[in-house]
């Protein structure tokens, strides 16, 4: 299936205000941006048809695929001044690289790449900047029984504040990690129908608008997943990825798994 990525973003938690600086989705985690693993994740799977919603920072994501060096992350031989690969990423990639706009809502760069998706009544879309081991063609078995019109996977609170329940004279009752309340937020990985453009208006958005409203019908499958699941939201969390990737800790690359 065609797999959306929405990477158009300000990034504004990531961000650290120097001038020129890259997307988040560019940010490295080891020698490739946290786009490449998102995208790797899917192909891993077979899913290997991207559309890029781009926006605010899009030279940089162009300039990367247009200049891609295969050998960053391949073994290779070196034979008379030319590089013969043993193995390579995105050979049979097929990448839509489509301006969405720099201030564009989700939902708004989505209803601007429908064109892209060739009529197709189910495709999977991402925020491009979470990294999981999710089973995804379990994701995708079970949503293709449900015949819901759009799934989205859910993951405990990651955060590491503490829910305080308190009575009515402020006395404490007690204290629970927010990580072990029967809550789940929104893990960033959909598998959507045509349907869901029903539901978002000009300039809005996926989850509050489209989401919401199949909700209320009815028509959205959540998909629980409590397994590997980290965000990228801040410098810090980019951070803590890359000294995993190079611990050789990334439960993610279920790709290096079958090699």
Request: charged share 20%; hydrophobic share 40%.
């Given at each position: 299936m065609k797999v959306v990525l929405f990477c158009g973003g300000f990034g504004t938690r990531m961000r650290t205000g120097v001038p020129g600086e890259v997307p988040k989705p560019m940010a490295l985690v080891g020698p490739r941006p946290l786009l490449w693993h998102v995208m790797r994740y899917y192909a891993h799977f077979g899913h290997n048809e991207f559309i890029?919603?781009?926006?605010?920072?899009?030279?940089?994501?162009k300039d990367f695929f247009l200049g891609y060096q295969e050998a960053t992350s391949n073994d290779f031989v070196l034979r008379g001044g030319r590089v013969e690969l043993?193995?390579?990423?995105?050979?049979?990639?097929?990448?839509?690289?489509?301006q969405t706009?720099?201030?564009?809502p989700?939902?708004?760069r989505l209803r601007r790449v429908r064109p892209y998706l060739d009529g197709d009544e189910m495709?999977?879309?991402?925020?491009?900047?979470v990294l999981t081991d999710a089973p995804l063609p379990d994701i995708i078995g079970r949503f293709a029984d449900?015949?819901?019109?759009?799934?989205?996977?859910?993951?405990?609170?990651?955060?590491?504040?503490h829910c305080v329940d308190l009575d009515e004279n402020g006395l404490v009752g007690g204290i629970s990690p927010v990580s072990e309340m029967?809550?789940?937020?929104?893990?960033?990985?959909?598998v959507l129908t045509q349907e869901v453009f029903e539901h978002i208006p000009e300039n809005g958005d996926l989850v509050a608008d489209g989401c919401a409203e199949l909700a209320k019908?009815?028509?959205?499958?959540?998909?629980?997943?409590?397994?590997?699941?980290?965000?990228?939201?801040t410098v810090n969390q980019r951070m803590e990825l890359d000294e995993a990737y190079s611990r050789g800790e990334r439960p993610w690359a279920l790709w290096e798994r079958s090699q």
């Amino acid at each position: 299936m065609k797999v959306v990525l929405f990477c158009g973003g300000f990034g504004t938690r990531m961000r650290t205000g120097v001038p020129g600086e890259v997307p988040k989705p560019m940010a490295l985690v080891g020698p490739r941006p946290l786009l490449w693993h998102v995208m790797r994740y899917y192909a891993h799977f077979g899913h290997n048809e991207f559309i890029l919603c781009l926006g605010y920072g899009a030279h940089h994501i162009k300039d990367f695929f247009l200049g891609y060096q295969e050998a960053t992350s391949n073994d290779f031989v070196l034979r008379g001044g030319r590089v013969e690969l043993l193995s390579s990423d995105i050979s049979d990639w097929s990448i839509s690289f489509v301006q969405t706009g720099i201030n564009s809502p989700i939902g708004e760069r989505l209803r601007r790449v429908r064109p892209y998706l060739d009529g197709d009544e189910m495709f999977l879309a991402n925020y491009a900047d979470v990294l999981t081991d999710a089973p995804l063609p379990d994701i995708i078995g079970r949503f293709a029984d449900s015949g819901a019109a759009a799934s989205m996977m859910v993951v405990p609170p990651s955060q590491t504040f503490h829910c305080v329940d308190l009575d009515e004279n402020g006395l404490v009752g007690g204290i629970s990690p927010v990580s072990e309340m029967p809550m789940w937020v929104n893990g960033g990985y959909f598998v959507l129908t045509q349907e869901v453009f029903e539901h978002i208006p000009e300039n809005g958005d996926l989850v509050a608008d489209g989401c919401a409203e199949l909700a209320k019908r009815g028509r959205l499958l959540a998909y629980p997943h409590r397994g590997y699941w980290r965000p990228t939201d801040t410098v810090n969390q980019r951070m803590e990825l890359d000294e995993a990737y190079s611990r050789g800790e990334r439960p993610w690359a279920l790709w290096e798994r079958s090699q």
